[in-house]
């Protein structure tokens, strides 16, 4: 049984993959979820490379790009690596307006994703 109710992982090649489960990531109630979710799975271990994959996800709240930030700098700071992909055109938008695309490694997908965690 999955251990998580908002998110789905795997690992590939030192990888965690996070996959949301939720098409609408909105309400605080689900963001906490989230993010304890996260924190749960990234537990004490440093340096690890985490890739969140936006597959399902259709609408998602200023506050989730708020915990975006949180997680790329506690992954950073573990000296580990934080990309994203599969964000839809809608929500790539927000992430051009607020200039987080600059920030974030964004990719179009997890093959390419994860190949850019080897180079």
Do not use: Y
Not at 5 to 16: E, F, L, M, P, Y
Not at 47 to 55: A, C, I, K, M
Not at 97 to 114: E, Q, Y
Request: charged share 25%; aromatic share 6%; proline share 3%.
């Amino acid at each position: 049984m999955d251990p998580f109710r908002r998110i789905q992982t795997a690992t590939k090649d030192d990888v965690n993959i996070v996959l949301f489960k939720d098409k609408k990531i909105l309400d605080d109630t689900v963001l906490d979820e989230i993010k304890t979710e996260i924190n749960r799975l990234l537990g004490s271990t440093p340096g690890q490379n985490v890739l969140l994959d936006f597959t399902q996800v259709e609408f998602m709240s200023s506050a989730m790009l708020g915990l975006l930030g949180q997680l790329h700098r506690k992954v950073g700071a573990a000296k580990g690596k934080l990309k994203m992909c599969c964000i839809r055109p809608e929500i790539f938008q927000v992430f051009k307006l607020t200039n987080l695309d600059k920030l974030f490694s964004i990719h179009a997908d997890v093959p390419t994703a994860l190949a850019k965690f080897q180079s």
